[in-house]
């Protein structure tokens, strides 16, 4: 099927540095001494940990329940006991700790007794459940729990399978494509099936030709005229959700809407394999294939239990001397491990090995003197310069109407800044800012909603109390006027006299009070 | 081996500097150097060396006085500003005139502003303009067609040693016209005058043609190296070109046609080399054709109507002035905003 392809504007041509690695298929990665297992490997909350320590645990046995419906379950990576549930430092940019499991293995790596589910006879919500506590999240390197993807709320046209890998270095699922790609499109088939699109479409850079032969071959063999495997230029960032659903479809995500409004899902290839290893073989997350490369002799990829720490896993491709650290992902929008001994997790496509020749320190930063380069390679067409201006100036708002939001963050700016401005450190900061305040802006206006109904009330309270004890007052001064006044003898004038002056009495207390609550109410207002 | 501190994405860098654009815009000027030095003689070269050098002391000076390091020297954009003087300036300029105008341009306009990156104004076109305004008679000593003087000679006209000989320079073809556009009693036309004055070459003044088309050539260099981006020269020289053929229409004896316009005077290196300035022109790509659009206008306007011989500096100065509100005004919509014809309101103040 011919397919027309789109343009998105900017992007950069950064050398692929692919083919270090991309020529030796996945290896499996022998059973690291201890596996540390973050229980928050995914978008929302973290999973709650249903071991104990000195427990047996098999591979494939749950760890952590997910909590709540944005959450995912986290498994034992392989057979062993459980030595600490503890906090981990775990590869996240904050360097903070974060509970884990850790398990010490027992070499056996025996699995729990599998079995596959008969997914084609649940319903849609039972296979979301099925995958939510397979631990399924995005393998592509954000995370974020699939099953939550899959809810078919709003109808969907097209599904994308983002097999464009286009950050330099990464050759993971170019690997996975080559040598697994009919378990990719029979999981991405599934999913076609739960959101019920019309279109698949494989979306797959023109610098992998094996792999997009591979998934072609695939899709033919299964005879599905719904798939189209879509060879797109290769142009970072086109693996970016917003920039490869603008090549295959033309369509523009803007940053307030979600790719589901405008009728696409997208998935990475590596989840659509997890989906499918999950409900064909009832076989939850607890591996992964992770590129190791950068300053190494021996460049590859692997087949790696989550939670294996990185300086083991590393030692396989062995880092030269002057290894100085660990990008994990890709160098474009990768982060630098805290420490050589995190674990692996569910997002950890690849381990760049850093050394000051390979990735020099950033010149010292110049001023910027307008040149627009920055604003050319965007991909979202923002004016990087112009944000770069505003964030630090601290304009924040101003930083906001120059649509600070729609920043990606993925760093084609600073590539190409010749002034070695860290563009994209900058608009981290401005954004952080800029949550901060508008959090504090919430909590503020939620405490004064909260003081102001109490103020409200307990004015409320006063008036209504006053209104009661006015009508107390007036009827007790109409019953001792009318026994004052009631003559004997002449009982039914006076009667009727009495009852009009405690009527009279009443209307004025309630007018009284009623003026007080028109006046508190002024007073609110 | 410790771990290095973390520092973010991105960790790749292109390979490129403020240093390697500004080498490839003296590069860019290199054609018009040569073929300029071919036509006047090595004091070209002369003044192009003292206004570096002088750059260098300026910039230098006022970075320490600023508490700054001095790593800007090495930026080469007090070179690039120091060139544009020396080939806008007259050739024979003494040579203290030239040093002024490198001081108004480094220590005035650029370094009083906050240094590289924060000037209003174009340094180079604000030397031009105080140094026109307060030297008119030197500013305009160009050398008389044909005159070949030995380079001892000009030396000793350039730092004085000799007096200032008004037989050295002449008219230049574009004062040649605003003099006798001013006389009532002229009545030729434009073309005659030239030739009569022998002023006139292939298609504009000679010789002067020949230096403008190498500048020419180093801005379609710079063009296609993307150094500087298509919108300002075109906008520039397409508007000059138009008003210029208007005029010449309505009326060939009184108004030149527009290829001597565009090949005289200062129109090749300003389309190019001054208004393509990045810090006080525009940026958006709208905004660039606006910011060119008007300086050729302008340029063009001043240049046959107003009481300068050329208008390149007053015209691009204006449009600096005017820069920052055209950018503001018209800022591309981003991604996904082009669609179902939305564009958010953008904060004007």
Redesign the interface.
């Known amino acids: 099927m011919l397919q027309k392809l789109f343009k998105?504007?900017g992007g950069?041509k950064?050398a692929h540095h692919k083919a270090e690695s991309q020529g030796a298929p996945i290896a499996i990665a022998p059973l690291p001494g201890r596996l540390v297992i973050p229980l928050s490997q995914s978008a929302g909350e973290a999973a709650q940990p249903v071991v104990a320590v000195g427990d047996r645990v098999l591979k494939g046995q749950f760890i952590g329940r997910a909590e709540g419906w944005l959450s995912s379950a986290v498994h034992a990576s392989t057979s062993g006991t459980v030595v600490a549930v503890e906090p981990r430092l775990m590869p996240h940019?904050s360097?903070l700790a974060t509970l884990s499991v850790v398990i010490e293995p027992d070499g056996e790596d025996r699995w729990l007794p599998l079995q596959a589910p008969d997914y084609k006879n649940m319903s849609p919500k039972a296979v979301l459940q099925y995958l939510q506590d397979a631990g399924v999240v995005g393998m592509g390197g954000a995370g974020f729990p699939s099953h939550a993807k899959m809810q078919n709320s709003t109808v969907l046209e097209d599904l994308v399978i983002n097999g464009a890998e286009c950050e330099?270095y990464i050759t993971c699922d170019d690997r996975l494509m080559r040598e697994r790609a009919g378990e990719i499109v029979a999981g991405s088939r599934v999913i076609r099936d739960l959101l019920q699109v019309k279109r698949v479409l494989i979306g797959i850079e023109d610098n992998k030709p094996e792999a997009i032969a591979a998934m072609r071959e695939a899709v033919e063999a299964m005879g599905e005229t719904t798939f189209s495997v879509v060879v797109v230029p290769t142009l970072y960032p086109a693996g970016g959700i917003?920039q490869l659903i603008?090549v295959l479809t033309g369509?523009?995500?803007?940053?307030d809407?979600r790719s589901t409004d405008l009728g696409i899902q997208c998935f990475n290839v590596a989840t659509a394999l997890s989906v499918w290893r999950a409900l064909n073989l009832g076989e939850p997350v607890v591996n992964r294939i992770v590129t190791l490369t950068g300053n190494v002799e021996q460049a590859g990829n692997w087949e790696v239990l989550i939670g294996t720490p990185m300086n083991e896993l590393l030692a396989l491709a062995r880092p030269k001397?002057?290894?100085?650290?660990?990008?994990m992902?890709?160098?474009?929008?990768?982060?630098?491990?805290?420490?050589?001994d995190v674990p692996v997790i569910k997002a950890s496509n690849c381990l760049i090995a850093?050394s000051?020749a390979l990735?020099p320190?950033?010149?010292?930063e110049?001023?910027?003197?307008?040149?627009?380069?920055c604003?050319r390679v965007c991909?979202?067409?923002?004016?990087p310069?112009?944000l770069y201006w505003w964030s630090r100036a601290r304009q924040f708002?101003?930083a906001q109407?120059?649509?600070l939001a729609?920043c990606i963050?993925c760093?084609c700016c600073?590539?190409?800044?010749?002034?070695?401005i860290?563009l994209?450190?900058y608009f981290?900061f401005s954004k952080g800012e800029i949550r901060a305040a508008a959090k504090e802006q919430k909590m503020a206006d939620s405490a004064k909603a909260r003081f102001e109904f109490k103020q409200f009330r307990a004015e409320r309270e006063k008036a209504e109390k006053a209104e009661k004890l006015a009508r107390a007052a007036a009827a007790q001064a109409a019953k001792l006027a009318a026994e004052r006044d009631t003559p004997p003898g002449g009982e039914s004038d006076t009667a009727v006299y009495a009852a009009d002056a405690k009527q009279a009495v009443i209307a004025a207390a309630v007018e009284r009070a009623r003026l007080q609550r028109a006046e508190t109410d002024s007073r609110d207002a | 081996?410790?771990?290095?501190p973390?520092?973010?994405?991105?960790?790749?860098?292109?390979e490129?500097?403020?240093r390697?654009?500004m080498n490839q815009v003296m590069l860019a000027l290199l054609p018009g150097i040569v073929v300029y030095t071919a036509l006047i003689g090595l004091a070209l070269i002369v003044q192009v060396l003292l206004a570096c050098c002088f750059a260098l002391i300026f910039e230098g000076l006022f970075q320490k006085l600023r508490g700054r390091?001095l790593?800007?020297l090495q930026?080469g954009?007090a070179l690039v500003t120091a060139c544009l003087i020396a080939l806008t300036f007259p050739p024979l300029s003494p040579w203290w005139l030239t040093v002024l105008g490198v001081f108004f341009a480094i220590v005035v306009a650029k370094q009083l502003y906050g240094?590289?990156?924060?000037n209003p104004f174009n340094p180079a076109m604000i030397a031009f303009a105080v140094c026109i305004v307060a030297f008119p008679a030197l500013m305009s000593q160009w050398p008389a067609q044909g005159l070949h003087l030995p380079f001892s000679q000009q030396m000793e006209v350039i730092f004085g040693f000799s007096p200032r000989i008004d037989a050295l320079t002449a008219a230049t073809p574009l004062d040649a016209i605003k003099t006798a556009l001013k006389m009532d009693s002229f009545t030729g036309s434009i073309q005659d005058l030239l030739k009569s004055q022998s002023l006139y070459g292939t298609f504009a003044g000679r010789g002067w043609e020949w230096v403008t088309t190498a500048y020419l050539v180093g801005g379609l260099f710079l063009i296609f190296r993307r150094v500087i981006?298509w919108q300002t020269p075109v906008a520039f020289l397409g508007s000059m070109t138009v008003i210029s053929l208007i005029c010449w229409l309505i009326d060939p004896a009184r108004f030149s046609d527009p290829l001597f316009h565009l090949f005289s005077g200062g129109a090749m290196l300003g389309a190019f080399f001054i208004a393509t300035d990045?810090?006080s022109g525009c940026?958006?790509p709208a905004g660039k054709l606006i910011f060119g659009g008007g300086a050729g206008l302008l340029a063009y306007l001043i240049r046959v109507f107003g009481g300068f011989p050329d208008g390149i500096a007053f015209s691009i100065l204006i449009m600096n002035i005017c820069a920052p509100l055209i950018d503001v005004y018209t800022?591309?919509?981003?991604?996904?905003?082009?669609?179902g014809g939305k564009k958010?309101e953008?904060?004007h103040a």
Do not use: W
């Open positions: 998105f504007k950069i950064p940019p360097g330099p917003k603008r369509k523009e995500i803007p940053v809407k001397a002057d290894t100085d650290g660990i990008i992902g890709g160098p474009m929008m990768g982060i630098s491990v805290p420490a050589f850093r000051p990735f320190p950033p010149p010292p110049m001023p910027c003197i307008r040149c627009g380069a604003a991909p979202q067409e923002l004016q310069f112009e708002d101003k109407a120059y649509n729609s963050e760093g600073a590539y190409v800044c010749p002034a070695n860290p994209v450190q981290r | 081996m410790p771990i290095a973390p520092i973010s994405s991105p960790y790749l860098h292109a490129t500097s403020v390697r654009i390091s790593a800007s930026d954009s240094g590289l990156g924060q981006t990045p810090v940026t958006t800022q591309p919509a981003i991604f996904a905003m082009q669609q958010k953008r904060d």
